[in-house]
């Protein structure tokens, strides 16, 4: 089951409506990511990416957050156009047992 609660985002900011700031990413996608960083001073933040909110992570105290159960529900979370941008099913999309 799916629920919300209250913690706080990480920083960030969403771009234009709908396409949020996916040209940006498009056009120079590493440059997006350590811009992002240094906008935001760390290593995660939030953006608006492919008409849905994401959040970008990098560096193991960020992905350290990512892998611990008790904090983020990761369970189906990448949505299928992100599935099918990094090549289908496999294991950067996998979560639960079937990564197991």
Do not use: C
């Amino acid at each position: 089951s799916y629920h919300m609660t209250k913690l706080a985002l990480p920083p960030g900011r969403v771009g234009a409506p709908l396409l949020g700031q996916t040209l940006a990413v498009m056009r120079d996608p590493f440059g997006f990511v350590d811009r992002g960083f240094e906008a935001h001073g760390g290593s995660i933040f939030r953006t608006h990416l492919f008409f849905r909110p994401a959040v970008v992570i990098a560096g193991p105290e960020a992905a350290e957050l990512w892998l611990d159960e008790d904090r983020i529900v990761r369970e189906a979370s990448p949505p299928p156009h992100m599935v099918e941008l990094f090549g289908g099913v496999n294991l950067s999309v996998m979560d639960g047992a079937p990564h197991k």
